[in-house]
């Protein structure tokens, strides 16, 4: 009698919570419907603490904190509303682990890619959050070339509306581009892109800055059609006469280069120097000679003082 007595109250409590999913289901469906989330909210702890809480795996938190930023942003443009959360969920992601790159890369698209007209104040978060990964990584051209395109060329053009800050911002960014410009010089891609900082110079007034990131470019680039592109430009603002001779110094540096170390890049010769003859330089008795010059703006100076004799 007591194993039937059990039996039959775990079929009524069965039963009533059939009963009961029954009655609240089209209800709950129904609220759900009409409940929508207005906002986010925030549960991790101050950036300075996130150390502590990932207990000593950084990165591994990082990657969850990026990959829920991914998803986050998909569901908020799908619900059509801000991801409220989003910059502080960068800059906990750039507090744990400072050198991981997607997030600086990408910074710009998430915070400006949301419902609504970008606040002043995340627009300036979006450039600190790139700015940070220049200082961060400071040699990766393709980190300049993003912030340098975002504060060039997108924030002044659509998001900033004082003329002032406007035209800080391009002067900044083509900065940034120039820097970018020098780095990249094994990608031809990107130093198609950077260049454009020098048009951003040109119509500030800033011609002296213009000139010297198209002379940078040209002596680091392996491109040829950027190569004669640049060389074109340089012409435009420098005169043929100047050009000609800037030219004949490039034309000049590239036969050297081909002639002694073919094998490596541009940049890589500008880091080692110009090959020097020691026995015929030997007591400094040919200081005037190209084959004696220790440093590149020495062979530079010789090469140009030929090139006006």
Request: charged share 25%; hydrophobic share 45%; with cysteine.
């Amino acid at each position: 009698m007591k194993r039937v007595r059990e039996g039959l109250g775990t079929i009524l409590a069965v039963a009533v919570a059939m009963a009961g999913v029954a009655v609240t289901r089209e209800p709950s469906a129904q609220t759900i419907r009409k409940v929508n989330e207005t906002s986010d909210v925030y549960v991790l702890p101050p950036k300075e603490y996130l150390g502590m809480v990932s207990l000593g795996y950084r990165s591994a938190l990082a990657d969850g904190l990026w990959a829920q930023v991914l998803v986050s942003q998909g569901l908020h443009s799908v619900e059509k509303r801000r991801f409220e959360n989003l910059v502080l969920l960068l800059d906990a992601i750039n507090e744990l682990e400072p050198t991981f790159r997607p997030p600086y890369i990408m910074a710009d698209a998430l915070v400006t890619f949301q419902s609504g007209e970008i606040p002043h104040d995340e627009v300036l978060k979006a450039r600190e959050i790139m700015e940070r990964g220049t200082k961060a990584l400071p040699f990766d051209a393709e980190i300049w070339l993003g912030a340098g395109q975002f504060t060039g060329f997108i924030a002044p053009a659509s998001y900033l509306k004082d003329p002032v800050e406007q035209a800080q911002w391009r002067t900044d960014g083509a900065a940034m581009l120039a820097r970018a410009a020098e780095l990249g010089s094994e990608n031809a891609n990107l130093s198609w892109q950077a260049i454009g900082g020098a048009g951003i110079y040109l119509r500030a007034g800033e011609r002296d800055a213009a000139i010297r990131l198209i002379r940078r470019t040209l002596a680091v680039t392996d491109d040829d059609a950027l190569r004669d592109k640049l060389q074109s430009q340089l012409g435009k603002l420098l005169g043929e006469e100047l050009a000609d001779a800037y030219k004949s110094r490039n034309r000049s540096f590239l036969e050297l280069w081909r002639r002694d170390l073919r094998f490596i890049g541009k940049s890589r010769l500008l880091l080692l120097g110009p090959p020097l003859d020691p026995a015929y330089c030997a007591g400094g008795s040919h200081p005037s000679d190209l084959r004696c010059a220790t440093t590149w703006r020495a062979w530079a100076d010789l090469q140009e003082k030929r090139i006006v004799e």
